[in-house]
């Protein structure tokens, strides 16, 4: 079973160790000598070396780390089914369904999730209501409210995870927004806006300690990519045509992938930043307002709506889609989704 390992020397000298492709434990013990398996490591003070897969190798001294479970689930919240805010909650660990605790009221849909240290988050949207501040946190399978996100109440942003904190980019009030708020359970703080224009309907995911946002709505769709490394703005490549909105976005093994769009488009594009490039097309049929999450360097995109409200769950292993089992009715559109 591979684990990550975190834990804190300095605000400079921060170790994650993600996944064995790209790191494996050197030593792990208070002495120099001696040398563990990841999933022989225990609580306590540490030196810990990491070695990356070029053979470079960097000694991080005595900390003492936290361990947890690489997610392996996926997870999918709420939404809507065409006539219904929902509150639904359902576990995909592939390719198996199950339904369980439904998220707390209200019920509803164009929120955002993210993962923070193996709990889900899931941050604003509309209920049946108006627009929502609300903050729930999900430990499989406990629910609990947390405090709301800052003002103004807000729906169609994105969220993504940094370095254990979320983030909440954009989104709409009636108008689209620039704001960025910081979610360091429980405090939130207001950030440095996202540069121009404000957006809504917009995607996010996170490569390597920065967050990137792209594509949304600004009173017409837009092809923007700017990234996040908290708390500086820096605008990057655009999004390949056409422009887009209404879709979604995870990251695989370093790269971001985005899919679908509110033209009922199958397009799927990869960033490796800075560089786009457009890649296979989701299986049919064309959708927008997905959801999406990676589970063990597999990308998973979730409903959304081609005509109806769909209950597709598909697979993207880099560059190849395969068609997997339909999520639990019933089927769904402008959900959160994360990964456990």
């Known amino acids: 079973m591979p684990y990550k390992i975190s834990g804190t020397l300095s605000d400079a ?3 994650i160790i993600v996944k064995e492709s790209d790191w494996s434990i050197e030593s792990n013990t208070n002495e120099s000598t001696g040398a563990y398996e990841v999933d022989s490591l225990v609580t306590g003070a540490k030196l810990v070396a990491g070695r990356k897969s070029d053979g470079e190798v960097t000694v991080y001294g005595n900390i003492t780390p936290s361990f947890y479970e690489l997610p392996e689930s996926g997870y999918v919240y709420g939404g809507f ?22 998220m707390p009221s209200p019920a509803r849909r164009q929120h955002a999730a993210s993962t923070i240290l193996n709990k889900g988050y899931v941050y604003a949207g509309q209920d049946i209501g108006g627009y929502l501040q609300d903050c729930d946190e999900y430990d499989p399978d406990i629910w609990t409210s947390k405090t709301d ?40 703080t207001s950030k440095t806006n996202i540069p121009s224009p404000a957006r809504e309907q917009l995607a996010a995911s996170t490569i390597l300690d920065k967050g990137y946002v792209y594509g949304g709505y600004s009173g017409g769709a ?5 990234e996040y490394d908290p708390d500086t703005w820096t605008s990057k490549a655009n999004m390949p045509s056409p422009a887009r909105y209404a879709f979604t976005a995870s990251t695989i093994l370093n790269k971001g992938y985005i899919y679908g769009s509110h033209a009922y488009a199958r397009d799927c594009d990869e960033y490796d930043p800075d560089t786009w490039t457009s890649k296979t097309d989701m299986p049919s049929p064309g959708r927008y307002r997905p959801s999406a999450s990676t589970i063990l360097d597999k990308g998973y995109v979730y409903g959304g709506y081609s005509g109806s409200a769909l209950q597709d769950t598909d697979e993207y292993n880099p560059d190849t889609w395969t068609s ?11 959900a959160g989704a994360s990964t456990i």
């Open 149 to 188: 996100t800052p003002s103004p109440a807000r729906y169609t942003h994105a969220a993504s995870t940094i370095s254990d904190k979320g983030y909440v980019f954009g989104g709409a009030v009636g108008a689209s927004i620039s704001d960025t708020d910081e979610y360091n359970p429980d405090t939130w």
């Open 222 to 226: 837009i092809q923007d990519t700017d």
């Open 324 to 334: 997997k089992s339909d999520m639990p009715s019933p089927g769904r559109n402008v």
């Open 81 to 102: 089914d065409d006539s219904n805010y929902l509150q639904d909650t359902d576990e995909y660990n592939p390719d198996i369904w199950t339904s369980k605790t439904d």
């Open 13 to 15: 000298a921060r170790i």
